[in-house]
């Protein structure tokens, strides 16, 4: 059974977490290794491990970062709350990787050199028979070096995770929120845990302290694999309260982003019952609450090649019809009837999507738009 902070009790012993290396100790902080691969070289690929645990018993919070190699924010976090300061009040155990995708940290770029597909697909999930590959494929072409490893280390969140954060980053000029991923289930006996899950779910988003943006509709979030991230796995295949956390720019560390990110994970403990306290406001970022449910869309595009120029900032709340752009020729002189970019819907700016060059069908921005879609649904057939 998955520990939550309404069934602790004193009789509850400290378990032991092993991750690769590193084994837990009460009162210390532990550092170690999860085998990734061997290279052609003869050299071994590790991901780095470190274990903080409290000297009271408590749950098991996991936080994950860098499983694209240019998104540094969440690493750096990581690093700063991960001390020995954090053991002084803390009950249960902190599991804490700062890098998933060493080969892509070393080369900052976002897919490590030796893999083609995102690894933040690779996580054991549900298989969909109209994109995933049959039997008969899978043994024509064996799993990847980050499908059998994210696998063994599954297994690792599986048993011992009862909560777990994944720190990404977004863009070039983009703001930091958290995306919230949809609940699905299999049979409808299963929806009512569905829900519940949901609503812990929730709870861990809320406590964080970011804008909230809903992941894809079901069907496009399986297609898109998604279901196979890091916190979409340990959602919706272990069913462990999981989020993602985008923490601005990518290929740097954002400053701003970084203090939210440690106001946001000190949150997270103290809602998990691990640490004393509140939770605190974040303030050194925009935190966008309309009064609508939210997704992820990319929109408006350009109606035609020029040279652009925004009106907005991440993070901005905009009405449809509200100018976010304009477009000129390289003379600076507007163009024609298509000078100006108006947003489609309500909602607010994710991240800005071009530099100063614009091609006609090109995206603008990426924004944060109505969603009225349920939160809760069957896995596609």
């Not at 902070?5 to 509850?12: T, Y």
């Not at 809320?206 to 998604?226: C, H, M, P, S, T």
């Not at 907005?312 to 752009?325: E, F, H, K, L, N």
Request: charged letters at 25%; proline letters at 7%.
């Amino acid at each position: 059974m998955t520990a939550t902070v309404d069934i602790l009790s004193d009789e509850i012993k400290i378990k032991t977490v092993r991750v690769g290396s590193a084994e837990s100790r009460p009162g210390e902080i532990v550092y170690g290794w999860f085998e990734l691969a061997q290279l052609p070289t003869g050299h071994t690929e590790r991901i780095p491990v470190i274990i903080a645990q409290g000297r009271e018993p408590g749950p098991t919070f996991w936080f994950t970062a860098n499983i694209h190699g240019n998104e540094l924010t969440g690493m750096a976090a990581v690093h700063d709350i991960v001390r020995p300061a954090l053991l002084e009040n803390l009950r249960g155990t902190v599991v804490a990787l700062p890098s998933l995708n060493p080969a892509g940290l070393r080369t900052n770029q976002r897919v490590p050199y030796f893999e083609t597909q995102d690894p933040n697909r690779s996580f054991p999930g549900y298989n969909n028979p109209d994109t995933d590959p049959t039997t008969a494929e899978r043994q024509k072409h064996p799993p990847s070096i980050y499908d059998e490893a994210m696998a063994r280390l599954f297994e690792c969140i599986r048993e011992s995770a009862d909560f777990l954060v994944d720190l990404h980053c977004y863009g070039l000029q983009a703001a930091s929120f958290t995306i919230r991923d949809r609940v699905l289930y299999h049979d409808e006996s299963d929806r009512a845990e569905a829900e519940e899950l949901f609503r812990r779910m929730d709870e861990l988003c809320g406590a964080f302290g970011l804008g909230v943006v809903n992941e894809a509709e079901a069907r496009r979030y399986i297609d898109q694999k998604l279901h196979r991230s890091t916190s979409g796995a340990a959602l919706n295949e272990s069913r462990i309260p999981a989020i993602t956390v985008e923490l601005g720019l990518i290929g740097g560390v954002d400053p701003d982003a970084l203090a939210a990110a440690r106001t946001g994970m000190l949150n997270s403990l103290r809602w998990a019952g691990m640490l004393p306290g509140m939770v605190d406001k974040i303030t050194s970022v925009p935190v966008p609450q309309p009064p609508f449910s939210t997704r992820r869309e990319n929109s408006p595009r350009a109606q035609a090649s020029g040279i652009l120029r925004y009106h907005v900032r991440p993070g901005d709340m905009v009405s449809q019809g509200d100018i976010i752009a304009t477009l000129t020729d390289i003379f600076g002189n507007p163009i024609a009837e298509n000078s100006e970019i108006r947003a489609e819907s309500d909602g607010w700016i994710i991240s800005l999507s071009r530099g100063a060059i614009c091609y006609q069908g090109q995206t603008i921005t990426n924004m944060a738009v109505r969603d009225d879609n349920p939160m809760v649904e069957h896995f596609p057939a």
